[in-house]
């Protein structure tokens, strides 16, 4: 009869075996990074900032990525939409900064799986188009089932290079990712596992160009995506005051994958 292994690690269906848990491994792949931010109104924004947190700056981080070259994925890749604001932790034992992520949107189903049950981030599935690219000009967006609800446009203008793209390859080389794992109970009201998750990561930068950046949310209906609309509709309430800056990335992204760890 099939038995679990003290060494390893499984995502579900477990029964059909798991993986020798590596406390070393490094999950290495290609990307290309478009990332926008902007100012919004604090007190809508804390609605989503669990209490345990404080929010440094009332900010909306987009993040666009088209990750390649996989290696788990056998050289695979898949598009990720991920949105996050800059927080502070400070419990019982941990006291940190990072990114607290609201959700992520990818639209392949084995990354969805293993972030949200193994490092907390509430991972969702949405159709993410490439980027289309007639130069200077970037595009892409978010949908589901046809309705669009999210428009990211960048116009290039300057390639960053110096002092400057040092301090991006800095401040990219070690990133605190925060999520929150929470699996209900199963039958009643309340949680089963409720865990706030240091999800470690990185960017090795290798070149950045800055633009202007635009971007359009819709608000969509129940009949439109009846799993995600209220979370769509809550982001898309949020004032884009102003947008603080748009950067266009390349490099290589490494994840801790088993380096996560829960913060108290």
């Not at 907390?120 to 007639?134: F, M, N, R, T, V």
């Not at 589901?144 to 991006?168: H, R």
Request: aromatic share 10%.
């Amino acid at each position: 009869m099939f038995k679990l292994r003290n060494d390893s690690t499984y995502l579900m269906p477990a029964h059909f075996g798991g993986g020798r848990f590596d406390p070393e491994r490094v999950v290495h792949q290609r990307t290309t990074t478009l990332t926008l931010t902007y100012k919004t109104e604090k007190k809508l924004l804390e609605q989503y900032i669990p209490e345990e947190f404080e929010l440094l700056s009332p900010k909306v981080q987009v993040v666009f990525s088209k990750f390649t070259e996989i290696d788990w994925m056998q050289g695979g890749m898949y598009n990720l939409i991920n949105i996050a604001s800059p927080v502070r932790f400070t419990g019982k034992k941990d006291t940190l900064e990072g990114s607290y992520t609201l959700v992520v949107w990818e639209n392949k189903t084995a990354p969805i799986l293993g972030g949200r049950e193994q490092t907390g981030i509430p991972k969702i599935y949405a159709d993410i188009e490439d980027l289309h690219i007639q130069k200077p000009h970037y595009a892409t967006n978010a949908s589901y089932e046809g309705n669009t609800f999210l428009n990211l446009d960048f116009l290039a203008e300057e390639e960053i290079q110096g002092e400057n793209l040092d301090a991006i390859k800095e401040e990219f080389s070690s990133l605190n990712t925060i999520g929150w794992r929470y699996i209900p109970k199963v039958g009643a009201p309340g949680a089963e596992l409720s865990q706030f998750i240091l999800y470690p990561q990185g960017m090795k930068v290798e070149s950045a160009i800055e633009g202007r950046g635009s971007l359009k949310w819709t608000s969509l209906t129940p009949m439109q995506n009846p799993s995600q609309y209220y979370i769509i509709n809550s982001i898309a309430a949020l004032p884009v005051e102003k947008i603080i800056n748009s950067v266009l990335f390349e490099g290589d992204t490494f994840l801790h994958a088993t380096g996560a760890r829960v913060i108290e």
